[in-house]
T-cell receptor
Framework: SQTIHQWPATLVQPVGSPLSLECTVE??????LYWYRQAAGRGLQLLFY??????ISSEVPQNLSASRPQDRQFILSSKKLLLSDSGFYLC????????????FGSGTQLSVL | TQLLEQSPQFLSIQEGENLTVYCNSS?????LQWYRQEPGEGPVLLVT?????EVKKLKRLTFQFGDARKDSSLHITAAQPGDTGLYLC???????????FGDGTTLTVKP
């Protein structure tokens, strides 16, 4: 069966520090991978998605970047964090002919202070 | 940009009551998904609806896709405290290959 791992679960970082969040998927090959951000109790905003190694699409201009160095690894990064980068970050992979079914990791709560 | 509006934003009811939450858009989707999320966790997929007018049942939950595939509803019968959570709808267009999420309905079921 497929599983998705995302870490760390909680992160507190000072403004201006770098960021690296990692996500890995097991049990499937060539998945679509996604990074979402969620404000407290609200919907999900798509940040990046990837259909293959080295292929990254950015949805919104921002202070973040993403990379996919391996088929089942997706990394979210920043060189210098801003206060506005605080939020709940979710990694997901997609299944289905139209990639409509999303399966999420357990999320990372990022607080930038 | 395709937008999904969910209503109500917050809903607090007593155990045993019935409820319906709505997901509306002016855009047509090839499919629509409902997810449930608990605090500090990722959303979990409940159902996918594809055909206009489609109705799917999952125990006490009934999901309906509008005839025009622009809207959907989730009805819960005899709600239980375990139903508490954030309910999110998401629409997908095949060409885009991406999901657009609504802002969710936060449901609290009091024992």
């Amino acid at each position: 069966s497929q599983t998705i791992h995302q870490w760390p679960a909680t992160l507190v970082q000072p403004v201006g520090s770098p960021l690296s969040l990692e996500c890995t998927v097991e049990g499937t090959s060539n998945p679509n991978l996604y990074w979402y951000r969620q404000a407290a109790g609200r919907g999900l905003q798509l940040l990046f998605y990837s259909v293959g190694i080295g292929q990254i699409s950015s949805e919104v201009p921002q202070n973040l970047s993403a990379s996919r160095p391996q088929d089942r690894q997706f990394i979210l990064s920043s060189k210098k964090l801003l206060l506005s980068d605080s939020g709940f970050y979710l990694c997901a992979w997609a299944l289905g002919t139209s990639r409509e079914k999303l399966f999420f990791g357990s999320g990372t709560q990022l607080s930038v202070l | 940009t395709q937008l999904l509006e969910q209503s109500p934003q917050f809903l607090s009811i007593q155990e045993g009551e019935n409820l319906t939450v709505y997901c509306n858009s002016s855009s047509v989707f090839s499919s629509l998904q409902w997810y449930r999320q608990e605090p500090g966790e990722g959303p979990v997929l409940l159902v996918t609806v594809v055909t206009g007018g489609e109705v799917k049942k999952l125990k006490r939950l009934t999901f309906q896709f509008g005839d025009a595939r622009k809207d959907s509803s989730l009805h819960i019968t005899a709600a239980q405290p375990g139903d508490t959570g954030l309910y999110l709808c998401a629409g997908v267009n095949t060409n885009a290959g991406k999901s657009t999420f609504g802002d969710g309905t936060t449901l609290t079921v009091k024992p």
